[in-house]
């Protein structure tokens, strides 16, 4: 099963793609994680995306496609994955689609979380991550708005918007309420729960 989270930065996306694999028993694939991981590794690869990342821009396909295919080739991902921060523009969600083709996948659902600009703003200034300063938290709203939530429209058959307001369970549950029945039958661990 192949789920997607989308939403502007602050939205919760990766709160929300967390709780979802561990209840859904699928892997969590974060792109923003996988450059942090990077990052604070030192590997060349985060050394090579940090320039990016603090200026709220996006890190170049060539670096991101390789990362993001690696991570699911992984044998997590055998069990499904949901995504979070990939794709973030039209060419990556072409990209994913033939990447997933080929393994005979597809997308069964991408979850859109919709919150109000101004929450936004204030969510990620609380949070304090160091690529959380306003010009970048800015550069990151504007980047969201041109180049990724085109992908919604890419998606349209199977997008699900999602109230992302309020506190992180009620969010939870909505997100639960709205996936398609087969998405939770496929996606249950196999323990009889
Ligand atoms: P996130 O944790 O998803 O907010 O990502 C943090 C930063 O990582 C973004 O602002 C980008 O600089 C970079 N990044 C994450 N995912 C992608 C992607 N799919 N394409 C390009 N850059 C990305």
Same mark, same amino acid.
């Given at each position: 099963m192949g789920l997607l989270i989308v939403g502007p930065p602050g939205a919760g996306k990766g709160t929300q793609a967390t709780e979802l694999a561990a209840v859904l028993n699928i892997a969590h694939?974060?792109?923003?994680?996988?450059?942090r991981s990077a990052l604070a590794a030192a590997t060349p690869l985060g050394t090579r995306a940090k320039r990016y990342m603090d200026a709220g821009e996006l890190v170049p396909d060539e670096i991101t496609v390789a990362m993001l295919?690696?991570?699911?080739?992984?044998?997590? +991902?055998a069990r499904g994955f949901i995504l979070d921060g990939?794709?973030?523009?039209?060419?990556? +969600?072409?990209?994913l689609d033939d990447l997933l083709a080929v393994r005979g996948?597809?997308?069964?659902?991408?979850?859109?979380?919709v919150v109000p600009d101004d929450v936004l703003v204030q969510r990620m200034l609380a949070r304090g991550r160091s690529d959380d300063t306003e010009d970048v938290v800015r550069r990151r709203l504007e980047v969201?708005?041109? +180049?990724t939530a085109p992908i919604l429209d890419h998606y349209r058959d199977r997008v699900v918007a999602i109230d992302g307001e309020g506190d992180v369970a009620k969010v939870r549950k909505r997100i639960l309420d709205g996936l398609p029945p087969r998405v939770l039958a496929g996606g249950r661990p196999t323990?009889?729960?």
């Open positions: 694939v974060s792109t923003g994680e996988l450059f295919r690696e991570r699911l080739a992984d044998s997590d +991902a990939f794709p973030r523009t039209v060419g990556q +969600a072409e990209t996948l597809t997308l069964d659902a991408v979850l859109e979380l969201y708005t041109q +180049a323990d009889g729960r």
